[in-house]
């Protein structure tokens, strides 16, 4: 008698139930993904509309606000930092530079002035849109009391876990700066370094991302939750690393327009003030379609989520009916 005539003479589901059937790894691709995201708002329209219009949108009014205002605080620190290089006597350049001190202190002012309302609406609307599209995915229907209720739980969790991906990233960005400063001399590694620190940052974003779904739907918090992120997105690297690409691309063309309205513009004068004011009203719809992309992004990253989870949950049911298995025999 054979191994396997053996094992189903001893298994007596093995002649009653098919034998499971393999996960469909090659369906969850970034277009499936992408397309079930915008499935989940579709289906759900008014709850995720309650979730934008309460969350999302005060958000981007935030962000757009911050931009708005400190962008000609930056403009006149550039001015100055370039005009203190170029001062005759090192008296001249000393107080320039006093200047530009003083208002890279009131930026500041204003970005921590901001930071609070910025991260209490970012807080919310991360858990109140991921519970729903996690709730979605698995086929119940969401409720804005139950997405209230996992923001007042959950808060905390997911503050400590942004301050975490804040620090990563920006330790990230630290060492390329440095690298990059280090290759000015080297054209060719500087842009081998651009090339490969821009692919390694649109990585870390997923994964940050992913940490970020990780600490509302499980118990793990801060540099627990990027390495659970870590170790899921590992089975997915290169369709998460398309998402990211996406999500990065669709926000760098907002900052793109809206930027583009800002430079260029002489915020000294009054006249120059009035034009740059009315070129940044002809954009404000990219305030509410900022808002959009926010939520639509949560979404995407539960939705990419809730398949690593799902492809990581059948891998070890298939290894521990194997190990089963080889246990048997070994009996036998």
């Known amino acids: 008698m054979s191994e396997r005539e053996i094992l189903e003479s001893h298994d007596p589901r093995a002649s009653t139930s098919p034998p499971p059937p393999p996960p469909p790894p090659s369906s969850s691709s970034t ?5 079930e995201s915008i499935a989940i708002l579709l289906r759900h329209p008014l709850h995720f509309l309650a979730i ?6 005060p958000l981007s009014l935030l962000i757009f606000s911050l931009a708005v205002s400190a962008h000609p605080i930056e403009i006149r620190v550039r001015s100055l930092e370039s005009l203190a290089r170029i001062s005759p006597t090192h008296f001249e350049s000393r107080q320039v530079l006093e200047e530009s001190r003083s208002e890279a202190i009131s930026a500041l002012r204003l970005r921590a002035a901001y930071s609070l309302p910025c991260l209490v609406f970012s807080v919310a609307a991360l858990a109140s849109s991921v519970h729903s599209a996690s709730a979605a995915v698995s086929g119940r229907r969401p409720s804005l009391s139950s997405a209230a209720t996992v923001v007042r739980e959950r808060w905390f969790r997911a503050l400590v876990t942004s ?7 920006w330790a990230f960005l630290s060492i390329t700066a440095t690298l990059r400063v280090a290759l000015a001399d080297f054209a060719g590694l500087r842009f081998l370094a651009f090339l490969i620190g821009s692919a390694l940052e649109v990585y870390l974003m997923l994964v940050l991302g992913v940490a970020m779904v990780v600490t509302v ?6 540099f627990d939750a990027v390495r659970a992120s870590l170790a899921l997105v590992s089975g997915r690297r290169w ?4 998402l990211s690409c996406v999500l990065v691309l669709l926000t760098g063309s907002i900052w ?6 800002m430079d260029g513009q002489d915020c000294t004068s009054i006249v120059g003030m009035v034009r740059w004011m009315v070129g940044i009203g002809r954009r404000a719809w990219l305030v509410p379609l900022y808002g959009l992309l926010m939520l639509w992004s949560y979404v995407v990253l539960t939705v990419f989520y809730c398949h690593c ?12 009916e194997g190990e089963n298995e080889v246990a048997l025999v070994d009996i036998l």
């Open 239 to 242: 369709i998460g690393f398309v």
């Open 256 to 261: 793109w327009v809206l930027e583009t309205s």
């Open 31 to 35: 277009v499936r993904i992408i397309f």
């Open 309 to 320: 989870r799902r492809r990581r949950t059948s891998g070890v049911g298939r290894r521990g």
């Open 217 to 222: 739907l499980e118990e793990r918090v801060g």
């Open 52 to 57: 934008y219009a309460l969350t999302a949108l």
């Open 163 to 169: 301050i975490c991906v804040y620090a990563s990233m």
